[in-house]
C-alpha cells in the first residue's frame, strides 16, 4: 500500500502545480492582450515618423547633429531590455546570449559599451559574469509611460550632443508574431540612412521645407527617437508576455499527461495489491480446508 499511497502524494502535487501553471496561464492571455493593443497601435507612427527621419536626413539641406557619426568618443550606450520575472520559457536566455554577440561586436568595431540594463534577469547574469552596469531599471513590468521613455531618450541625445558617447543602441525582443519573436539589436543614435533595395537608380526628390530644414528637424528628430524607444519597450514588454503564456500552457499540458501516466501506475499498483491480497486469502482459505 506504501508504493499506492506514494503516487497518490506525488498526483496531488502534480495535480496543485497544473493549477498553479493554468492560472498564470490565463494571467498571461490577459496581459498579452492589453499589451498587444499598446504595441500596435504605436507601431505605424513609429514606423512612419521613422522613415521620414530617413529620407530627409539624406537631404542636403538637412543638418542635425543626430543625423552625423560622431567619432569624438569610443565610448558607446548598449541598452538591454530583460524581464524581472522568469518563467518565460527562452526569453531571457536568447536576450542575454545576443547581449553578448552585441558586446562582442560593438567591442571588434573598436567601441567600449557602457551597459545599461531594464529588469533583474540580466541585472543578475552580468554581475555574475562580473561585467559592470552603468544604469539599473527594476521598476518596469507590464507597462511604461511615456514620459519615463523621453527622459531616457533626451539622456542619450544629450551624450551624444556632447560628444560622451560614439552611438547608442538598444537590443529587446523584437515582436513578429505570436510564433515569432528575434532579439534585436537596433540603432537609435546617430539615426541611420534609409536602406534601398532598388533595382535601378532613381532621381534625387527634391524637397520645400516649411519651416526651414533646421527648425522642421530640431521639432522631429527628438520626436523620433523617443517613439522609437517607446516602441522598443513596447514590443519587449509585449514578448515577454507571449513567451510567458506560451511556458505556462506547456506547464499545464505536460502536468496533465504527468497526472495521466500517474493515475495509470496507481491503477496497476491498486490492481496488483489487490490481486495479492485475494491470492493471500485464496491460499488461507485452503490451507484452512
Not at 497544473?18 to 493593443?37: F, V
Not at 520575472?85 to 571588434?108: D, F, Q, T, V, W
Not at 543578475?124 to 518596469?140: A, M, Q, S
Not at 514620459?147 to 531618450?153: G, I, P
Amino acid at each position: 500500500m506504501a508504493k499506492a499511497r506514494q503516487i497518490v502524494k506525488r498526483r496531488r502535487a502534480v495535480q496543485n502545480i497544473r493549477k498553479i501553471t493554468s492560472t498564470m496561464q490565463l494571467i498571461a492571455t490577459a496581459r498579452y492582450q492589453k499589451c498587444l493593443q499598446h504595441a500596435v497601435a504605436s507601431r505605424p507612427y513609429t514606423n512612419k515618423i521613422t522613415e521620414m527621419i530617413q529620407t530627409l536626413g539624406g537631404q542636403q539641406a538637412a543638418d542635425h547633429p543626430l543625423l552625423k557619426p560622431n567619432e569624438a568618443e569610443d565610448n558607446s550606450i548598449l541598452l538591454v531590455i530583460t524581464s524581472n520575472r522568469g518563467l518565460c520559457g527562452p526569453y531571457n536566455g536568447s536576450m542575454l546570449r545576443r547581449m553578448l554577440e552585441a558586446r562582442r561586436e560593438l567591442a571588434e568595431a573598436g567601441l567600449t559599451p557602457v551597459m545599461e540594463v531594464v529588469g533583474k534577469k540580466g541585472l543578475n547574469y552580468l554581475k555574475f559574469l562580473g561585467i559592470e552596469v552603468g544604469e539599473r531599471i527594476t521598476d518596469i513590468e507590464d507597462r511604461i509611460g511615456f514620459e519615463r521613455v523621453s527622459e531616457m531618450a533626451e539622456r542619450y541625445m544629450g551624450m551624444y550632443q556632447r560628444n560622451e558617447v560614439a552611438r547608442a543602441d538598444v537590443l529587446y525582443m523584437q515582436f513578429h508574431s505570436v510564433g515569432v519573436q528575434r532579439p534585436t539589436l537596433a540603432q537609435l543614435l546617430p539615426i541611420e540612412p534609409p536602406k534601398t533595395e532598388q533595382t535601378r537608380p532613381r532621381a534625387p526628390v527634391e524637397f520645400e521645407f516649411s519651416p526651414p530644414p533646421g527648425e522642421l528637424l530640431t521639432r522631429l528628430i527628438p520626436e523620433a527617437v523617443k517613439i522609437r524607444l517607446f516602441q522598443c519597450f513596447n514590443d519587449a514588454i509585449l514578448c515577454e508576455q507571449v513567451a510567458r503564456m506560451v511556458a505556462m500552457k506547456a506547464a499545464t499540458d505536460a502536468a496533465g499527461d504527468m497526472t495521466k501516466f500517474l493515475t495509470r501506475q496507481y491503477n496497476r499498483a491498486r490492481q496488483s495489491q489487490i490481486t495479492t491480497e485475494l491470492a493471500d486469502i485464496v491460499g488461507g482459505a485452503n490451507a484452512v480446508a
